[in-house]
């Protein structure tokens, strides 16, 4: 009798233990060689931090602070790792972003939240962050990035300040710590599943909500997207993970009405209370003044023509137009609008063969040396000028033109965008085009911007 008791619990152990999520059969994702300590990731993590809010206006309204922050803590319970100090913040932004900085400062925008259909979604992405911070992919790249400039495979530890500096690492969006590749991507995609399915969340609405944000590319979304590269079958490699887990739990949590709560905050009269808050020139300037038209009226000029918003207007002076808003200059500063100038640079090749068709090659580089002096030319005059992206291609009056995109201080305080276009005539002068606005409202002057350089007519 006491043989067949003990043969039937062992059975029914047996059967609860196949019926339980396999461990074993989990995927295992291990962080990668770095040079920095977990400790460094978090000094590291802190010292961008900074920098950050000291660029962006960080929500402030309590309510949807708790709410990110309460989101966030249920999903780290479940992070595998070291214990880092995570901490969730908003930034009043109408883009489509996050940042996960080293050490556990996960960023996100309120337009991503606002673009949330659900909270599950949601918390799919900041899950798919978390993994990025428990992989430590940020110090990874920039481990990977040192080394190549000491030339060498045997560097031991290094301190934070020594690295930061000799690569020139500052908060930036197109920093090192955010280059993603598609393999951090795929790993993030998995420690990711893991940490949804033990917080009972649904791990497969993570690839809806990213593939919603990929299906729909816009100004607001690009960032995002450059250092999150999209990678092929995502959606297929988070359900064989949960299929390796032992299938979705049960008691799965659902949406949240906190969500629906926190986006009415977020868009509605609290997020203009928090920008008001967040702008110290908030007596000086109303932004909403600034606004361009949709409206385009033809502006002439003897060496040039273009369209711009009929409630901007052009001003000119001997050397340069500018196409802004009444508002738009603070403090002698340009905050919003556009410049319109040219450069000599410097060197006898510029200016020689650029309308020969067989000399594209040489057409690129010349160019990209003219932009890198004019650059450089701005730099001296505004040392806090950085280079957030360059290189990009486009026309203008259907000649090769270059895009660079700056970052540098704006005279309303905080950090504007400076979205530079360079192209190179025959004369030999580099003619170049800076629309600017600040950092947090620059997605809704960037289409007006495309639109006046892309309406540009030189007259020969």
Known sequence: MASKSRTLIISIAAMLLLSLPAMADRTS???????FTTQQDVEMGRELATELESQ????NDSWSNGYIAALGSKLTAHAPGSRFPYQFKIINDDSVNSYALPGGFIYVTSG???AAPTEPQLAGLLAHQIAHVVLRHGTQEVSKAYNAEQNTTGVGRVAVATAMNELNIAFEPDSIVFKNSAEAERQADVLATQIMYDARFDPQQMPVFLQTIQNEPTN???EFFRNHPAVANRAARVRREVQNMGGLPRNLRGDS????KTQDRLRGEAAASIRDNNNPNNGDVDSRDNLPSSRM???RGRDIEFRHPENWRVTEDRDS?????DNGFVSDGLAYGMTIAAFEPQGSSFG??????DNVNNRTTTLSRATDQLVADLRRSNPNMRVVRNNDQRRVDGQNAMVTELSNDSPLGGRETDWLVTVLRPDGLLHYFIGVAPQREFTQYAPTFDKIVSSVRFND
Do not use: F
């Open 352 to 357: 020689q063969g650029l309308n020969s068709p």
């Open 56 to 59: 962006m206006p960080i929500v």
């Open 29 to 35: 994702v291990k962080a990668g060689w770095n040079l």
């Open 257 to 260: 009405p906190d969500l629906r």
């Open 112 to 114: 991503l939240i606002d």
């Open 220 to 222: 607001s979304t690009v």
């Open 321 to 325: 137009l500018t196409i802004a808003p």
């Open 297 to 299: 009226v033809t502006y």
